[in-house]
Nanobody
Framework: EVQVVEDGGGSVQAGGSLRLSCAASGYTYSSACMAWFRQAPGKEREGVGAINRRSATRYADFVKGRFTISKDNAKNTLYLQMNSLKPEDSAMYYC?????????????????????WGQGTQVAVSS
């Protein structure tokens, strides 16, 4: 059974940092593409950062220079380091996996091709 479980959310003041983690199991982690998404109340889910099998990354413009996505294949874990947090970063953050991801595929920020999702971890940034 595939499981994707996020951790690390919480409350922080503007300018602070958080590190999210996503533990995955039930599939060959190194053959998956991974991504972080977020959804704020009343808004659509949006891609934050993605990483492919070659560890290439892609970020949404609104987090470039502030967030860093990384993965540890040995630990089957995905990370999102979030620095210089802003109130508008407040949202539920979701980890997503695309199993059987092709080696040549570039990192994708759109949700359609991700087939496993975690339950989310809440991030709240106060001003």
């Amino acid at each position: 059974e595939v499981q994707v479980v996020e951790d690390g959310g919480g409350s922080v003041q503007a300018g602070g940092s958080l590190r999210l983690s996503c533990a995955a199991s039930g599939y060959t982690y190194s053959s998956a593409c991974m991504a972080w998404f977020r959804q704020a109340p009343g808004k659509e889910r949006e891609g934050v950062g993605a990483i492919n099998r070659r560890s290439a990354t892609r970020y949404a413009d609104f987090v470039k220079g502030r967030f860093t996505i990384s993965k540890d294949n040995a630990k089957n874990t995905l990370y999102l380091q979030m620095n210089s947090l802003k109130p508008e970063d407040s949202a539920m953050y979701y980890c997503a996996a695309m199993t059987g991801c092709a080696w040549y595929l570039e990192p994708l920020l759109g949700p359609a091709m991700y087939n496993y999702w975690g339950q989310g971890t809440q991030v709240a940034v106060s001003s």
